[in-house]
């Protein structure tokens, strides 16, 4: 009797087509569409239209589609997090909780319960369990490699997961969905997470939860250019949205964000993207993981991503406990940001990763 299967479906073309290979390979496949949003923003949320699109794939593969809602889990564990975090003035990654705590636990939960061998998701990642133990690898797409967001995960989760597209390329898995005659197979990649949608939507959407605190903007030489809206609307680096008009520096040369100063409320400024306010060759991060479940006996030729699709950056994890540890990069590294993840590599195996806490 073949294993069963449960697919996390989301209605794209990605999940979709996980779906229909592991069906190809002989597997009892069964998806289930996962809403992890309640609440009077549905301007922003695509759930109906996206289980309508799961709903319509599934028809077509005659496969069984269940329904379930995790969103009190989603609250719990990934939104509170989200807008604790933003009143902090740092940067959350929901996208990394939500994968640990909703995808890999509360959804797999549920698929082991219903008699599931595996679960299957849309991930562009590989998983590998040649040497003893699971690893997780960089999918085969460089465009769309996901083991960044997936680096919480642990030894069990791995196997109990299956990535399908993890070893092929976007353009043909949009091609295989159009040969299958899936509807969603030219659908648009979904942007951002499901309570906020589009980017455009971000401002106002905040707005619903975190007390705006506006303050002014400094340069970083102490010279007042502006005023900002509030420490959660900004992360380092950013360039668009800071409304400093002509009459600060050199006008040829736009403004980032370099530093918030929480105790001032005061968002400082630098102009021109390089410069050295910017950059920083040290982060110090805090909840270090390794998917291995402990530290590797061989922490050389090590390499780091702080932002999804950066490419690998040398550098040497100093300073490590087990919850803590420091990483010095070969190079200074633009933005390093609070509150995002710190993601370590060896070649193409994701090693772990920490919450990067501050730089220097």
């Known amino acids: 009797m073949a294993d069963h299967i449960i697919v996390g479906i989301s209605g794209g073309v990605d999940s979709s087509v996980t779906a229909l290979l592991l069906q190809k390979q002989g597997f009892d496949v069964e998806c289930v569409f996962m809403k992890n949003w309640e609440g009077n923003d549905d301007e922003y949320c695509t759930a109906e239209e996206d289980y309508k699109d799961a709903l319509a794939v599934c028809d077509h593969l005659g496969l069984p589609l269940r329904s379930v809602n995790f969103s009190q889990e989603y609250w719990d564990k990934v939104f509170q997090y989200f807008i604790d975090e933003y009143k902090k003035g740092r940067t959350p990654n929901p996208d990394v909780l939500c994968n640990r705590e909703v995808k890999f636990k509360a959804f797999m939960d549920y698929a082991l319960e219903l008699g599931a061998k595996k679960i299957g998701t849309g991930h562009y990642s590989i998983i590998d369990d040649s040497n003893g133990y699971f690893r997780l690898l960089k999918g085969l797409d460089p465009g769309k490699d996901q083991s960044y967001f997936l680096y919480l995960l642990d030894q069990d989760a791995l196997s109990k997961s299956m990535f399908p597209i993890g070893e092929i390329k976007k353009k043909d898995v949009r091609k295989?969905?159009?040969?299958?005659?899936?509807?969603?197979?030219?659908?648009?990649?979904?942007?951002?997470?499901?309570?906020?949608?589009?980017?455009?939507?971000?401002?106002?959407?905040?707005?619903?939860?975190?007390?705006?605190?506006?303050?002014?903007?400094?340069?970083?030489?102490?010279?007042?250019?502006?005023?900002?809206?509030?420490?959660?609307?900004?992360?380092?680096?950013?360039?668009?949205?800071?409304?400093?008009?002509?009459?600060?520096?050199?006008?040829?040369?736009?403004?980032?964000?370099?530093?918030?100063?929480?105790?001032?409320?005061?968002?400082?400024?630098?102009?021109?993207?390089?410069?050295?306010?910017?950059?920083?060759?040290?982060?110090?991060?805090?909840?270090?993981?390794?998917?291995?479940?402990?530290?590797?006996?061989?922490?050389?030729?090590?390499?780091?991503?702080?932002?999804?699709?950066?490419?690998?950056?040398?550098?040497?994890?100093?300073?490590?406990?087990?919850?803590?540890?420091?990483?010095?990069?070969?190079?200074?590294?633009?933005?390093?940001?609070?509150?995002?993840?710190?993601?370590?590599?060896?070649?193409?195996?994701?090693?772990?990763?920490?919450?990067?806490?501050?730089?220097?």
């Open 176 to 360: 295989l969905a159009e040969e299958s005659g899936l509807v969603n197979h030219a659908k648009k990649d979904s942007t951002g997470v499901c309570f906020i949608g589009e980017q455009k939507f971000f401002k106002e959407f905040l707005k619903k939860y975190i007390p705006a605190n506006p303050g002014i903007i400094e340069t970083i030489d102490g010279q007042v250019c502006g005023e900002h809206d509030g420490f959660m609307y900004y992360t380092m680096g950013q360039r668009k949205g800071l409304g400093i008009g002509g009459g600060h520096g050199s006008l040829e040369a736009p403004w980032f964000v370099a530093e918030k100063d929480l105790d001032r409320n005061v968002l400082i400024v630098a102009q021109g993207h390089d410069h050295s306010s910017l950059y920083h060759g040290q982060l110090m991060a805090d909840e270090v993981h390794w998917i291995n479940g402990s530290v590797p006996d061989n922490l050389s030729g090590i390499s780091a991503k702080i932002r999804y699709r950066q490419a690998d950056q040398k550098c040497e994890i100093t300073e490590l406990s087990t919850e803590q540890c420091t990483v010095k990069f070969d190079k200074p590294q633009f933005a390093i940001t609070p509150g995002q993840s710190v993601v370590f590599y060896r070649g193409n195996e994701c090693l772990g990763g920490a919450m990067i806490d501050s730089r220097k």
